[in-house]
């Protein structure tokens, strides 16, 4: 069985939902706290033993190529200033292996994922979500779902449970127990259901390892919801031809493409930080105190 050794981070999508910021600025680019969002995921995939990173790139993504490159005249300015900390921060997001192609036009995420194909050479993948960030410190959602793949040889979707009234965001699984409580076998999957046609409540959350048969399958996927060439489609038919599992991963998720989950991660990565956490959550107490 090929080890998972690429992953592919989707991110050409335009951002509307965070106008005005992401006219000029990708959306991967906004902070939580002071690390782009796109870093932790970055930093998710190599925790899990990721090798080879593909961005799916975009129209005035070029931020995201200079934040992980080397930077020779910040790097000089920090060295002589003996800023070592900020040198090695700086450092260290160059010293990922990443490559960068272009989607030209923005005919989905199943499209996205299709210009993976030729990069994969054939090997299973994983894909990461830059909508979602999963706070994991004992161990990364991907590993998770890494671990599954190997104990079973399937494809594999991270999801969790979430309200009935949230369904119409994602795509929603159904599928049969298995002998592993966390896991199950998918047997349907639809993307962004009604509430009263979603199968479940079961949703993909923005990770998957991924066999290479879903390249063919994604040629052939007509638009479907939204006009858009959907994983999700390829997946169900996948789900059809070869064993596709569904894993309800540990881990708190952060729908950080939604201003409100936005806020929600800014604060309570703030509140997990030595150098802030405590000096912040006294404001927050003092706050809150006011306001009521
Ligand atoms: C995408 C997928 C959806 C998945 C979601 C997870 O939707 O199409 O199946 O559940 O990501 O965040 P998007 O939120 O990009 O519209």
Avoid: W
Avoid at 159 to 173: A, F, L, T
Avoid at 216 to 226: F, H, R
Avoid at 234 to 262: I, M, N, P, Q, S
Wanted: aromatic fraction near 8%; charge should be negative.
């Amino acid at each position: 069985m090929k080890k998972i050794r690429k992953a592919v981070i989707p991110a050409a999508g335009y951002g509307t939902r965070f106008l005005p910021v992401t006219k000029a600025t990708p959306k991967e680019m906004l902070p939580i706290v002071d690390k782009p969002t796109i870093q932790y995921i970055v930093e998710e995939a190599m925790e899990s033993g990721i090798e080879e990173i593909l961005i799916i790139s975009g129209h005035g993504k070029r931020a995201i190529e200079d934040h992980f490159d080397s930077a020779p005249a910040l790097e000089m300015e920090l060295k002589s200033k003996n800023k070592l900390d900020l040198l090695k921060l700086v450092r260290d997001t160059a010293d990922v292996n990443i490559h960068y192609i272009r989607q030209r036009y923005m005919r989905g995420l199943g499209d996205a994922i299709l210009c993976a194909k030729s990069f994969m050479e054939g090997e299973p993948f994983a894909v990461l979500l830059g909508d979602d960030v999963v706070y994991n410190p004992a161990k990364p959602a991907l590993k998770q779902l890494m671990d599954i793949y190997d104990a079973t040889g399937g494809s594999v979707l991270g999801c969790q449970n979430v309200r009935p009234e949230d369904v119409s965001s994602y795509g929603i699984v159904a599928g049969e127990e298995t002998e592993n409580e966390r896991l199950m076998r998918v047997s349907n999957m639809v993307e962004k259901p009604a509430i009263d046609e979603a199968p479940s409540t079961l949703a993909v959350l923005g990770r998957y390892i991924i066999k290479p048969q879903i390249f063919e399958l994604l040629e052939k996927t007509k638009p479907g919801k939204g006009g858009e060439i959907q994983l999700t489609d390829a997946l169900c038919r996948l789900a059809e031809l070869d064993t596709v599992y569904a894993y309800d991963f540990e881990g708190k998720r952060y729908d950080v493409g939604d201003k409100l989950g936005f806020l929600k991660a800014t604060v309570e990565f703030a509140l997990r930080r030595e150098d802030l956490g405590e000096d912040f959550a006294n404001y927050l107490k003092d706050l809150t105190g006011k306001m009521k």
